[in-house]
């Protein structure tokens, strides 16, 4: 009787509030975690959301498109972390708790007033920007619903909302706190398969080599689809839900292949030790989307414990019949969307691409190092980078012209589908000349030629960098940044802080550095824009001499001086 009085109690609790969970005791109930904001939920991205080369960690809390709704704790805890960056999380803000997870938020507009008055004061011993404070528990305790700062839009965020985590005791492993019962928001809108591609595969050599057949979407089963005698998808869907326009992240992919299971992939929790693997799981080349495919490679980590897979994945058919092809995509609460489509072998469809004027290939082993070697230039790609054996294609697009900049051959080191889960390293003699070789770097060539840096280092008499795939030369840059203060009126501010235009053509800006009268001043960079922050706890009003240093990476430095009043 009392273990359904209980029990009873229980699935009242939960019935009452979307907006927390209980944690069950023997003998008490205890509200275990609020809501971060006080706004209705709505989601611009969900947890595991695939994102190019990792996963989404959390979830982000939508705020109509404005910045400055409070920001609450989840829980009783301690602030543990702060961190201040003009990219990532921005500002960010890491909580401990007692029963061992935490609490992350990011891309705050400010924190709560102590807490900002500690960065501020860690800024400026630093003399940077961009600060990681770790914190001991008694510095700022926190109450679960205790507000901690204001919604922003900082970091790499493309616009205003709540960026929250909750991970495990070791802070490396976010979990689906929205799977676990955080919190309690109506789902019955299932999953939309935007498109599936077919793959052409062959690796009777060792060295597999893959070509996309077909791109569909929408209508899947209107016509048989003619593979080579094996093949493999790459599934692009997103999920739904009441409440938002967002694009959502899909829990689980499943292929059956006449009724029987091919591939599935779940999501789940993950590490953030391995999501980088995610890079071996999607078809790359695909601009602007994320394929999962089914094909698994042997490097990829993320088969042991979230993919399995008959035959690797790969569709294998030893008749000319048509085959059913059945994908289903399922979000977490089991809403699950299915298509249709059917292959027919045919052996006159190849798997191998045409290679471009010039370009070759060499053979390279996912379970060991490679180096190519070409005129003196080496390309070495270090263990643990390939995910599979791959034929690496090289070749030289032009020849060296300093009129145009090439201070070398221009060399293609790589195709935009080779995934990789580490740089390689590209190693160019360029002569001993300190006069010359100081101001060089590796410099990636666009296809209408224009150069951007790829930076790079040179000792005795080579330049070395690591990078991707992508077409490259030698490049010098003798030019120094540009600066242009943005201020106007005869350099009247009147807000707390101005804004200076830094730009530089090639290498890309290292540092800088602005003084007023003379004092490090605090100041950011981002988007070639530097913003410079003016307090009156540390600056009187009036008139102030400004000086700015931007510096490239190369060396090469412009210092401007101008005046303001404040």
């Known amino acids: 009787m009392i273990h359904s009085v209980r029990t009873a109690l229980l699935s009242l609790f939960a019935a009452l509030s979307p907006f927390f969970c209980m944690a069950v005791t023997d003998s008490t109930v205890v509200i275990s975690h609020g809501k971060p904001l006080d706004l209705p939920m709505s989601f611009a991205a969900s947890y595991g959301e695939l994102r190019h080369d990792h996963f989404h960690g959390g979830l982000d809390f939508r705020t109509g498109g404005k910045t400055g709704d409070p920001i609450h704790s989840i829980k009783d805890g301690y602030v543990s972390r702060i961190s201040v960056s003009t990219t990532g999380y921005g500002n960010g803000i890491y909580i401990t708790h007692p029963d061992g997870t935490m609490s992350v938020y990011g891309h705050l507009l400010s924190f709560r007033n102590d807490i900002a008055e500690r960065v501020l004061q860690e800024q400026y011993d630093k003399r940077s920007f961009s600060v990681n404070i770790l914190l001991d528990p008694d510095e700022f305790p926190v109450k679960q619903g205790d507000v901690i700062g204001k919604v922003g839009n900082t970091g790499s965020s493309a616009g205003p909302h709540l960026h929250m985590e909750v991970r495990r005791d070791d802070g490396n492993t976010p979990f689906n706190y929205f799977r676990d019962g955080y919190y309690s928001v109506p ?63 899909v829990e689980k992919y499943k292929v059956l292949l006449d009724g029987k299971p091919l591939f599935e992939f779940n999501v789940g929790d993950f590490n953030y030790d391995i999501d980088k693997y995610i890079r071996s799981t999607i078809a790359t080349g695909e601009t602007g989307m994320d394929f999962i495919k089914t094909q698994v490679d042997p490097g990829n980590l993320l088969a042991k414990t979230k993919i399995v897979a008959t035959n690797g994945g790969v569709i294998e058919l030893d008749d000319y019949e048509r085959h059913k092809v059945t994908v289903e995509c399922s979000d977490i609460f089991g809403n699950t969307a299915r298509a249709v489509l059917y292959l027919r072998r045919d052996d006159s469809v190849k798997a191998d691409s045409p290679l471009g004027e010039n370009i070759q290939t060499v053979p390279m082993l996912w379970y060991t190092p490679n180096t190519l070697v070409l005129e003196g230039m080496s390309v070495a790609v270090p263990l643990g980078a390939l995910y599979n054996n791959v034929a690496f294609q090289y070749g030289k697009i032009a020849d060296a012209d300093t009129t145009l900049g090439f201070y070398s051959p221009v060399w293609q080191l790589g195709d ?53 795939p992508g077409i490259y030369c030698v490049a010098r840059d003798t030019v120094a940044p540009v600066i242009k203060p943005a201020v106007q009126n005869g350099g009247k501010v009147t807000g707390s802080s101005f804004r200076i235009s830094a730009s530089d053509d090639l290498s890309g800006i290292a540092k800088y550095e602005v003084l007023v009268d003379g004092e490090w001043t605090l100041s950011s960079l981002k988007n070639n824009s530097i913003t410079v922050y003016l307090s009156e706890d540390r600056l009187r009003r009036g008139r102030h001499g400004v000086e700015v240093t931007v510096t490239d990476a190369v060396g090469n430095s412009a210092v401007t001086s101008f005046e303001i009043v404040w």
């Open 187 to 249: 789902d019955t809108q299932t999953p939309v398969i935007q498109r599936i591609a077919v793959y052409a595969w062959e690796d009777s050599t060792g060295i597999p080599v893959s070509r996309r057949l077909r791109m569909l979407s929408g209508k899947y089963s209107e016509s048989v689809i003619s593979v080579p005698a094996k093949s493999y998808l790459g599934i692009d869907a997103i999920d739904k839900m009441e409440g938002t326009t967002g694009r959502l992240g």
């Open 416 to 468: 935009d589908r080779l995934a990789l889960h580490t740089p390689f390293t590209v190693t160019i003699p360029v002569g001993y000349d300190e006069a010359i070789t100081d101001k060089m770097l590796l410099a990636r060539v666009s296809s209408d030629g224009k150069l951007s840096g790829a930076g790079g280092n040179v000792s005795d008499g080579m330049l070395s960098a690591s990078v991707r």
